[in-house]
Nanobody, 126 residues
């Protein structure tokens, strides 16, 4: 059974940090691109970051560049999103999703990703 389980969300003050984790199972994790997406209340889903294979440069949406870092541990089948200097505009439900090669959808809104987690809520207070 394919599983993507996000964890690490919570309430944090502006300027604070959180680490999100996405634990995967049930598919060939090493071969898949993993993306983080978020959806704020009343807004469309947006791509936050994507990591393909370990030797490819990760993608970040402009609003998180320099503040967020994505990484993957293939041995643990886990992708992390380290989020620093959080601001209230980062408040959203964060989802991870997986895409088999070739990678068309990981960069962007995520339409077409193969597997999705259920999300974890990040709330940043001002």
């Amino acid at each position: 059974e394919v599983q993507l389980v996000e964890s690490g969300g919570g309430l944090v003050q502006a300027g604070g940090s959180l680490r999100l984790s996405c634990a995967a199972d049930g598919f060939s994790f090493d071969d898949y691109a993993i993306g983080w997406f978020r959806q704020a209340p009343g807004k469309e889903r947006e791509g936050v970051s994507c990591i393909e294979t370990a030797d490819r440069r990760p993608y970040y949406t402009d609003s998180v560049k320099g503040r967020f870092t994505i990484s993957r541990d293939n041995a643990k089948k886990t992708v992390y999103l380290d989020m620093n200097n959080l601001n209230p505009e980062d408040t959203a439900v964060y989802y991870c999703a997986a895409e088999r090669p070739p990678f068309y959808y990981c960069v962007g809104s995520g339409s077409g990703m193969d597997y999705w987690g259920k999300g974890t809520l990040v709330t940043v207070s001002s």
